[in-house]
């Protein structure tokens, strides 16, 4: 065995992250931005994220990170005069007509050298029928073409421990709803593709106050020459702002 290579760390090769639908509520708002809350109440959220080649373990430089996901009352931009708590029966991209033009809790980052993108939000509330979660979008581009590469290598949901969503619920922003979110388990889409290779690791911002906010982080595994079915290149053409 050669010395040199017996002396490495081994090499960390990381599960590929499952697959979710990218759910009725994506647009392509093309804003490529690290602070996508727009004022919107809640609790602060620092997302971070770590995208990595699960065959290889490799940081994943310069891909595009899309998120989204709905506020504190259950509301997503674009969409923001529907009930969150009358649940629809609709997982199709573009099954519900757009009410609206706002954009908040939407956005774009590249990764930078490590894998790492990092968005300022808020922690997000619930809609009927689903637990809390972010949708994630992560595209393979080349030379930062952001306007240009449409083709999406993963698209997946990201959830919440639900010790944690408790406490966020019981702030002023999030109560007084007609519904109750799902459990994890409940969630139909968390309990058959994503568990816990999806959940974030969450922790207070500050020891003293729960209303400081939150950080969250997550290793996502993705194949890099993979192209997703969840969010197709026309969908970016019909569903952009």
Known sequence: MDRDAATQPPQTVY?????????????????????????????????????????????????LVDIWHCNARGAYSGWSRINPDIEVDADAIGSIPRTDDDTYLRGSQFCDHRGRVRFTTIYPGFYAGRALHIHVAVRIVAGNEY?????????????FPEVVSRAVLNAKAYRGRCSRPLDNHEDTYYAEMAGKN???????????????GYFGHLTIGIDTFAVSSQIKPEDFDKYTV
Do not use: H
Not at 28 to 53: C, F, H, Q, W, Y
Not at 198 to 212: G, K, N
């Open 15 to 63: 599960q590929l992250a499952p697959e979710q639908i990218a759910g009725p509520y994506f647009r392509n708002p093309k804003l490529l931005r690290r602070n996508i809350s727009e004022g919107a109440e809640g609790l602060p959220l620092i997302l971070r994220l770590t995208i990595v080649d699960a065959m290889t373990g490799e940081p994943v430089n310069g891909a």
């Open 147 to 159: 306007l240009e590469e449409r083709n999406v290598a993963w698209v997946g949901q990201l959830y």
């Open 198 to 212: 999806s959940t974030l690791t969450v922790w207070p911002i500050s020891r003293d106050c729960d209303e400081d």
